[in-house]
């Protein structure tokens, strides 16, 4: 099925621990974006990149580092992570220009950081 | 002060209700407007799109702008327990790369 898929669904760390979160799309849309949602703050933005060779930060981006791969694939790395970082992670992507313009989200990394 | 407000709830209704969801906003630039709406423990997934202002229906989905107060609503009418979800509004200014979200809310349709 087209769409986003990430990887791991769950992960459980020890703070200090480092680990990458996969993103890939198959919908050849030119944006990609991560997202984390916690209760009460919703969907804030981590990381984005807007075409492949390119990243910027959103609004939240300390303590993360991303690699867009090529065009479908775009990771992010906890380089050490804190209990602080436990959250619900989304990547999505954008692409396309129709009635159906908007992202495209994965199902979500449940990380909980101990 | 967020750029897109959006009040939490939960809100509880019975089945057959006319639900009103909101957001307010701040940037008068902002052109794109969106309702997402979020399963547990699943993904958002884009439920209706609208651009600049006025009206756009969809099934029992009605979602209204209006940029002179800075505030989009999402109207459902009939609804249904199979409605209980978390409802986002997502917004976005011309030229545009990414959106600002409200914080959600939750919406509970009791049978």
């Known amino acids: 099925n087209a769409g986003v898929t990430q990887t791991p669904k769950f992960q459980v760390l020890k703070t200090g621990q480092s680990m990458t979160l996969q993103c890939a799309q198959d919908m050849n849309h030119n944006s990609m974006y991560w997202y984390r949602q916690d209760p009460g703050m919703g969907l804030r933005l981590i990381y984005y990149?807007?075409?492949?060779?390119?990243?910027d930060k959103g609004e939240v981006p300390n303590g993360y580092n991303v690699s867009r791969l090529n065009k479908r694939e775009f990771s992010l790395r906890l380089e050490s992570a804190a209990p602080s970082q436990t959250s619900v992670y989304f990547c999505?992507?954008?692409?396309?220009?129709?009635?159906?313009?908007?992202?495209?989200f994965g199902s979500g990394t449940r990380l909980t950081v101990v | 002060q967020k750029e897109v407000e959006q009040d939490p709830g939960p809100l509880s209704v019975p089945e057959g209700a006319i639900v009103s969801l909101n957001c307010t906003y701040s940037n008068s630039a902002f052109q794109y407007f969106m309702w997402y709406r979020q399963y547990s423990r699943k993904g958002p997934e884009l439920l209706m799109y609208?651009?600049?202002?006025g009206n756009k229906e969809d099934g029992r989905f009605t979602a209204q702008v209006d940029k002179s107060s800075k505030y989009i609503s999402l109207f459902i009418r009939d609804s249904q327990p199979s409605d209980s979800a978390t409802y986002l509004c997502a917004m976005s200014r011309p030229n545009f790369n990414k959106f600002y979200f409200g914080s959600g809310t939750k919406l509970n349709v009791k049978p």
């Open positions: 990149s807007a075409s492949e060779g390119t990243t």
């Open positions: 609208t651009y600049s202002s």
């Open positions: 999505a992507s954008l692409g396309g220009e129709s009635v159906n313009y908007g992202y495209t």
